[in-house]
């Protein structure tokens, strides 16, 4: 006889309100798996995207949805480095070496992290 | 006291010429475009030709503008997102593009580069040791 078989059996004979219970607990965990596997391919998925296509080259949808979070947000963030996967904002530091370290500390150690200037800010240019 | 550093990458450029020149490479997601460039230590950000950023399809004015300072005055450039490549480094940066056709520089500064990197440079040999700073 199979488990499922013996499983069935064995509950059947058991009064219907343990039986009630013994079903509420099994869609109670059926319903947690469920929500544990979505987590899961959604980590999985989101951790390839960074590890592999945005670490080499990132697509030109990529770039330009950066390039608007840039824009948007130069008047709230810049003057500091700002640690991105895609455009969402991993986080901002004072240093590149600070900004890569919250990349590398969230797992992400490839994430785009550059400076952003103020948007009135003005750049130097050497002896050339 | 003596001190050491180590670096994964050796170069040798023309100390004939004005400055430290090395190849570097600009790209997007298709054919890179290679040209000769400037290690600047005096230069906030990497600035590049326009013709670069043309010749790799953006369209310049859609970056974010930034004005670079010089000793005479000051002319506009548009920060892009490109893959510079250095002596087999790849920096993804933000990168400045000259507004003006007229400007003829390529420059490797700070943001994007130079904090990015270690350097040895013994200038009478014209030898360049380079290194990721995070290595």
Redesign the interface.
Known sequence: MIVAEKITKKIASLPISVQTEILDYVEFVAQKNQVQEVETETWSEFSINQTTSEAE????EI?KK??NW??AN?AKYGGQFVALVGDKLLGTAQS??EC?DIAVKAGIPNA?V????KPD???????? | MPHQLTFSQFAEYDAGQTGISVAASLKLNREPVCFQAKIDTGSTNCIFERKIGEKLGLKIEEGLPKYIGTATGRFLTFEREVTLSVLGFDFDILACFAENEAFRKNILGSYGFLMQVKLGLVEYEGKLFIGKYLE
């Open positions: 080259t990132p697509s030109e770039r950066r390039m840039l824009k130069q590149f070496v890569k785009f550059n400076y952003l200037s800010e003005e750049g130097h240019l050497g002896g050339w």
